[in-house]
């Protein structure tokens, strides 16, 4: 097939003899990012960017054997090229390039093209064949800029408080809950954050200032709660756990919310389509960037984007079968 197959590992470099994020344990796998669908437990050695070496330890323990590497340092794995690449998406995430007797190819993880102000920005690789994601690869997916996501979740707060609501947002522990705090701070809000999320920030500020957090525990006033904005992930906004937060209202910040129906059916009272993902116009403008002659779609809306790339753009594009879906289900 070429320099990356598609295995029942996961994707596998011959000429290397390593995995790039493999769903089963091997050997040696080098990692794109930290997430728990890319982050599987079990090889005997991780290869990532040095910012995911204490979040890979917080996801997957501390016994783990982790080699890092900084962005554009290429490592020579068995002959084979390897160098990581910003890819945008959380702290430490990457793109993966592969160089082995003049063929190049790039595995991109999961990325997004917008700057978010707390992870590396996102850089296009020229290469021979690019593996992109497609979460959203569907024209309907078009985030408003994050300044203007932030001005909306601003409003929505101090609506809140006014009313006498506690705001509550659920975000990913790792990636989106950063993104709002560091982006939300400025506007002088303190926060409290689910354990998960406190965990990860605590991980964190290993190798990263970042904005303070407190832990969100069950004896906190309930006058005090009103003064912040609460922070959870989507697993808990169970009506149990929010129960001794109430009176409330619950956004949920998630590119799905671009749908419509998709807030109603979560039992939000608003809706934020705020994505570590890129959107269709991002998908599009990284591959052009990458001028791939060669463009394997996974995990997502993959067909759609194959068939455009095809039709559209005249790069040969197919669909790949992977394990990766979206983080923290």
């Known amino acids: 097939m070429g320099l990356i197959s598609f295995t029942d590992n996961g994707l596998y470099c011959k000429d290397g003899d ?48 982790i080699q890092t590497a900084d962005y554009g340092q290429t490592l020579t794995i068995n002959n084979v090229k390897v160098t990581l690449f910003p890819a ?7 793109q993966v390039r592969v160089e082995y007797k003049g063929e190049v190819w790039v595995v991109s993880g999961d990325y997004k093209v917008e700057d978010d102000g ?29 300044t203007t996501i932030m001005e909306d979740i601003h409003l929505w707060v101090q609506g809140n408080q006014a009313a006498g609501r506690n705001s509550i947002l659920t975000a ?31 991980a964190i500020a290993k190798f990263k200032d970042m904005p303070p957090v407190d832990y969100l525990s069950t004896d906190i006033p309930k006058d005090a709660l009103k003064k912040r904005i ?17 009176p409330f209202s619950l956004g949920v910040c998630s590119g799905w919310m671009q749908v419509r129906g998709a807030q109603r059916r979560r039992n939000a009272d608003a809706g934020f389509a705020l994505s570590d993902h890129a959107d269709w116009p991002g998908l599009l403008q990284a591959i ?9 779609a996974t995990h ?14 005249g790069i040969k594009a197919d ?10 289900d």
């Not at 997430?35 to 079990?42: I, L, M, N, P, T």
């Not at 997502?300 to 753009?313: K, S, V």
């Open 319 to 328: 669909v790949v079968k992977t394990s990766f879906g979206e983080e923290e």
């Open 172 to 202: 990913y522990s790792l990636g989106k809950a950063q993104r709002l705090i560091h982006n939300l701070a400025p506007y002088g809000y303190q926060f409290y954050v689910h354990g998960a999320i406190y965990n990860m920030q605590e």
């Open 88 to 94: 945008g998406h959380i702290l430490g995430s990457a």
């Open 288 to 296: 052009k960037a990458t001028e791939a002659e060669c463009v394997y």
């Open 18 to 65: 390593f995995y790039i994020d493999p769903w089963k344990p091997v050997n040696r796998a080098v990692t794109t990012h930290a997430h728990s669908d890319h982050a599987r437990w079990g090889s005997k050695l991780y290869l990532a960017h040095k910012d995911s070496y204490y979040l890979l330890k917080a996801r997957l323990g501390e016994d783990i054997n």
């Open 230 to 246: 609460i922070i959870i992930p989507p697993s808990a906004d169970s009506t149990t756990y929010l129960k001794r937060m109430q």
């Open 300 to 313: 997502g809306f993959t067909a759609p984007l194959a068939r455009y790339l095809t039709e559209e753009m």
């Open 118 to 146: 707390v992870s590396a920005p996102f850089e296009p690789v020229k290469c021979h064949t690019f593996i992109t994601e497609s979460t959203f690869g569907l024209p309907i997916y078009q985030w408003k800029k994050q």
